[in-house]
Every structure is written in structure tokens, then in C-alpha cells.
């Protein structure tokens, strides 16, 4: 490994460069300052937020760096979700080791799908992971597993306490988890993506004929990559049935996956930063939208979707590339009219 | 240790919502209620797969304007903030705490979804906020012992089942029963009601039981297997789809039992035009509520008024709707409770109050079908009236059933 700086493309202006860490650490700071300031209402949505992101992240890698379009990562999420929530309901375990324990189920369960998935390209995977997220509900509230899932009725799980007799409320408790599994989860992907493995990924999608004459392992590469998303979604998965304290089959229904696809493209696709973008948007906007369809008067009840569909037209007309192209675009224009 | 550790969280944290949201210290009256106006909260799937209940809350919108616009409730007016939550439980717990702690709601109103309301009833309870006639037919919601603050409404899959066993008992006292039911916690509800209703003397009435999956293309080969067990009568707790498949099949082999269906799947058009009406003749169900598109009511007192209600505040299309009934049914109910509790709106008192409702006869309820809730029973509505299919509607029959 040679140093992993050398080997970044030499494109990145200086000023970008600079904008982007100004960028991460103002994210940091507001991150961190947030638990003392924000109600307890807030810190759940911030939390979902950081849920949402790390999802993100992981489809993020497959469809944005890898080009494998996922539009079943609910499903993954789901199997996170039910597995903590099993895990920790059934078997008695702490939330701290049932995650990771269902986000290993997730890897295994990602990793093996990437194989069937090496025979599908573009629309047809797209068109089998639909499958996945179209099955997983009816498969949660299927009679044979009721012991464990609790069928339709889904299954109740208590918040954690903070440990250490910490002086935290569960809130700001839950919410620091997720933020550190975020941070950590976000570091790790930057490293991924900014070395060997990140170009071999962007190859793959790129042109794979070319990166397979360069000595690139396609398939190993797809299904890993594979893999390893699902593990992302399995984290997220894992904390939102901690941070809601209950999981159904409707907590994962394929709305939710359709939101994941709309979030890395809201974000911006191949872009680590984007998916906080594409995080913010999906638990925020549907939120905006109800409210805005109250000024269409009480018989317009019916109008959120409608509201919410406008928005993302509008977004995408003005940002075809996402917030972090848009943010990208716009960090350009000023660094040419500063040195003009 | 760790149950030390939580009360003293939990309290610290109590105390800490009370500090930062400013609650009365007076345990007068409720968060949200001031001389003028109680407000009031609920989630609805206005977005997302139900959405077409989403007409519940637009109905309650307008009925609790009627409300208003005639003086309100004891001189408050009612302010419902109904928001949406796609029928997806995390989104329902974080708009029912920004109802709680955002915009200080008095209590929750008729909360839609058997999931949403499974994910947000710990958390209600635990802040002591009512969480007033749920939208769900589930069974779990009139607990009281455990969740003081959860009441249900509407009758549940398991009342219903346990009127049509009583009915079996005094009609056909040696009945041979065939049970076919969907494979979920509504089928699964209706088997624990008939049984109930059977009590456990006769249990052993039920002779066959044959289940479906909601994937399943037919029902057909259930039929047959249920006929051929010797079956007389012939219970079909099933969705629409599969209820006409079963009502036609029943017919088609020849079996002539007497067929019991749930309300679930009683719509004429639905359900008894694609069996065929001829083959439909007979079949009996139980329901608590005025058909709005039956001619029957043409002139009756109760449907003239929500008639009015429903072209003056809604459009006339939503009238044919089952769910704007639905949300009148509920939104007078709420404003009885509301009335109940006079100048007393503390959680306590509307809670209470709640729980409290003598004989309460709506205009659109079936004649002698009446709200009633008493501190041990969270159940509203447990009456239904029989009705059985004469090739065009439903024709009401007999007496009002308790279970």
C-alpha cells in the first residue's frame, strides 16, 4: 500500500479540497453539539437521519461505485432489523452484540445473492432485488416463523439504557450510537473507496472487459461488494429497530427500499458525502410534504405523494447529479471566479 | 441494580420532559388544552399502501368542524392535527412524538394501523397520554390491567366470530363446522372467537379447519376438502377475493350448509357480484353500521343527518364510502367522551371519561347498537346485528348480538 494519497485522481482543486474538509467538519461539530441541544423528538429524527445515511452508504457503494443496482436493500435493512430484534426479544442478548451478530447474517445473506446477481445486468438485478424487497414483508409474517417474528403484530423491544450510569437520556443515548456507528462506518468506506479496491469497483462499472484484462477478479469484487452493503444495511437495519423499539413487516415494506434508491440519487451517486444529503431528504421532505398539502385545504388530504413527487422533479431538474454534483458545480464556479 | 437504574433514568427523564416542555405542574388540565380550544392529535397513511383509509381522518377533519362551527365542545373548539405516516411504524413513533412533545396534544385520536399503533402504545403508556379508539380490528387493544391508556373501538374480529357462534348454538345445536380462514392474526382472531362464542363445551362443534395464504391463487381445493368432511355449516373468514371464490365454489359443488362470512368481505360489489348473486343467497354476517349506498335508509333520521353532514362538509362522492361512515362513528364518539368531562380536561378525566361511555346511540349505527366502555371494559363496540344476503343486499334479521 502505498501511500493512498498519491494514488487520488490529481482532478480535486486545492479550494475543493479545502471546501471538502470544511464541509466534514462542520458536519462533525453539528453532530456532536446536537445531543445538548436538540429535544428529545429531534434526536429521534436525527437519528433515523444517521440510520438512513448508513444505509445509503451501503447502496451507495454497490449502485454508485460498483454499478450493481440494488432496488431490495429494504429487504437487507429488514433482515438487520428482525434479526437484532430476534436476537434481543428471544435470546436475551444486548443490543451491542445482537447488531453486529445480525449484521454478519446480513454480510452472508449480501454476499450470497451477489452470485446469482453476476448473471444479471442493469434492469434484470434491479428486477430480482425488487423481487427480494417484494417478498421480504410476506416472509416476515409467515405463520411457520411466528414463534420468533411474532407475525403480523411484529415484535416490541425495550430502549436501551446508557451505560455506566452516564448522564444521558435514552435519546441522546441512542442517538450517540448511532452517530459512532455512523462515523465509524463512513470512515471505513472512505478508505475503501479512495484505494486499490475503490478503483477496481469503479472499473468494474466502468468498463468491465477492461478491468478484468487488468487483472481485476470481477466477480470476487461484485459479490463482496455485495456483501458488504447488505452489512451496511443490516447495521441500519439493526439500529432502527433499536431507535424505534419495535419492528413489523410494515417497517420494511418496498416503499422503503424505493426511498433508499431515491436517497443516493438525491445525494449524488458514487459521492460518500451525498448520502447525508439523500439521509436528510428522505426523513425530512415526506414530512414538508404533509405539511405543505395543508395549505391545498382539507379536501387535499390525499396530496403528500403528489407534493412530495413535485419536489423530487424539481430537485433533480435543478441538481441532475445530486446535492454533492450540485455542491461540486457550484464550489467550481466560485473557485474559477476567484482566480479570473 | 439495573431496575434501580431505570426507574431513576426514567424518572430523571420524566422530570426532564416536564422541565423542558413546560407542563402544567396542576394536574388540571391536559397539555393542549386551553379556554378556547383542545387540541388533539392522530397519524393517518395518507401516503403509502393504505392510503385509501386516509379518508377516516379527512372525514373526522370535517366532522370536528361541523363541531366547531355549532359552538364546539363544552365552548372549546376541537383542533385535530392529523399527520401522515405512510403506515410505516417508524414513521408513526416520530409523528406521534412530535404530537406529544412538539405541539403538546392532549391525547392521540383514533391512530390508524394495527402496526403503528402496536409500535407507539408502549411509549403512550409509558407518558401517561390517552391513546383514544384505535383504527384497528385486532383484539390486543382493550388491556386495560397493562396499558390503562389504550382503549379500542370498533368490534373485533374475535367479537364478530363469537356472535355468529352463539348464533350456531341456538340455531343448529348439533352443527357440524367447517372453518376456512386466511392465514394471519385476522384468520387466526376468528378461530378464537368462534371458539369463544361456542364456548368450551362445544369446541368440538368445529370439525374441520383449512387455511389459506393471501398467495395462494384459489381457495377451491379448501372447499372441497371442508365438504368432505361432513361439514353443515360453513364459516368463511377470508378477504374479499377469496370469500367470493369460496362462496361460488360452496355453491358450484352442491354443499348446502349454512355459510357465515365475515364483514370483512360483505361488499355487494366486491365480493357478492363476482360469486354471483344467485349463488350468494343465504350467507350471513354480522354488522354494526348503516350501509350509506343501501335505499333502505332513503328516509331514516340517522343517515338524513350524516347525509347532510357529508354534502355540506365532504364531497358527495365520499359518501358511498364505508371509511366516511367509519369517521363519524369515531368523531362523535370522541365528542361524547369530551362532553363527559365537562371542564375537567386532564389526561386523568378524558381518559376516564373515555372509559365511561353509557348507551351511546350514534345515527349511524345499527338501531340498538350502542357504545358502551366501563373501567374494566376498553371494548366500544360489541354489538352487531345479523343480516343475511337476499340476492340483492343484506336483509337485518333477528336481535342485536353481544358476545
Known sequence: ?340 | MTTRRTFLTSSAMTAAAFAASGWPARAENAPGVTDTEIKIGQTMPYSGPASAYGLIGKTEAAYFRMINETGGVNGRKINLISLDDGYSPPKTVEQVRRLVEQEQVAFLFNTLGTPPNAAIRQYLNDNKVPQLFVATGAAMWGDPQHFPWTIGFQPNYQTEAAIFGKHILATKPDAKIGVLYQNDAFGKDYLIGLKAGLGADHAGMVIKEASYETSEPTVESQVVTLQGSGADTFLIAATPKFAAQAIRKSYDIGWNAVRYMTDVSLSVAAVMKPAGLEKSKGVITAIYYKDATDPRWADDSGFKQFAAFVSKYMSPSEMADSNTTYGTLAGATIVQALKQCGNDLSRENIMKQAGNIRDLELPMLLPGVKINTSPDNFYPIRQLHLARFNGESWGLFGDVMTD
Request: hydrophobic fraction near 55%; glycine fraction near 12%; charge should be positive.
Open chain 1, 1 to 340: 500500500m502505498t501511500a493512498t494519497t498519491e494514488s487520488r485522481p490529481r482532478t480535486a482543486a486545492p479550494s475543493m479540497v479545502a471546501a471538502t474538509r470544511l464541509g466534514w467538519g462542520i458536519v462533525a461539530l453539528v453532530a456532536l453539539a446536537l445531543p445538548v441541544y436538540a429535544s428529545g423528538y429531534h434526536l429521534y429524527q436525527f437519528s433515523q437521519v444517521l440510520i438512513y445515511a448508513i444505509a445509503l452508504l451501503g447502496l451507495n457503494l454497490l449502485t454508485g461505485f460498483n454499478g450493481q443496482i440494488s432496488l431490495g436493500h429494504g429487504a437487507f435493512f429488514a433482515i438487520g432489523g428482525y434479526g437484532a430484534a430476534i436476537l434481543i426479544t428471544k435470546f436475551g442478548l444486548p443490543y451491542w452484540a445482537a447488531i453486529p451478530i445480525a449484521s454478519a447474517v446480513c454480510f452472508v445473506a449480501g454476499f450470497l445473492f451477489g452470485f446469482p446477481a453476476l448473471r444479471l445486468g442493469g434492469l434484470y438485478l434491479a428486477l430480482a432485488t425488487f423481487a427480494l424487497a417484494v417478498a421480504a414483508p410476506q416472509i416476515l409474517s409467515y405463520k411457520g416463523f411466528d414463534a420468533y417474528t411474532g407475525g403480523s403484530q411484529g415484535l416490541q423491544l425495550a430502549k436501551p439504557h446508557p451505560p455506566f450510569g452516564l448522564p444521558l437520556n435514552i435519546d441522546q443515548w441512542l442517538y450517540l450510537v448511532c452517530l459512532g456507528c455512523a462515523a465509524a462506518l463512513f470512515w471505513a468506506v472512505a478508505n475503501l473507496v479512495r484505494g486499490r479496491v475503490g478503483r477496481a469497483l469503479v472499473a468494474i462499472r466502468d468498463h468491465p472487459i477492461a478491468a478484468e484484462a487488468m487483472g481485476v477478479d470481477a466477480a470476487l469484487y461484485k459479490t463482496t461488494c455485495f456483501g458488504i452493503s447488505a452489512l451496511y444495511a443490516g447495521v441500519a437495519g439493526g439500529l432502527s429497530a433499536i431507535t424505534v423499539g419495535f419492528v413489523s413487516p410494515d417497517s420494511f415494506g418496498l416503499p422503503l427500499s424505493l426511498a433508499f434508491l431515491v436517497g443516493i440519487v438525491v445525494g449524488g451517486l458514487a459521492s460518500i458525502g451525498g448520502v447525508i444529503f439523500g439521509a436528510l431528504f428522505i426523513e425530512f421532505v415526506p414530512n414538508y410534504a404533509d405539511q405543505l398539502s395543508v395549505y391545498f385545504g382539507e379536501s387535499a388530504k390525499a396530496l403528500p405523494g403528489a407534493i412530495y413527487g413535485l419536489l423530487l422533479i424539481l430537485l433533480m431538474a435543478v441538481a441532475p447529479s445530486g446535492v454533492a454534483g450540485a455542491i461540486r458545480a457550484a464550489v467550481r464556479v466560485f473557485d474559477r471566479a476567484l482566480r479570473s
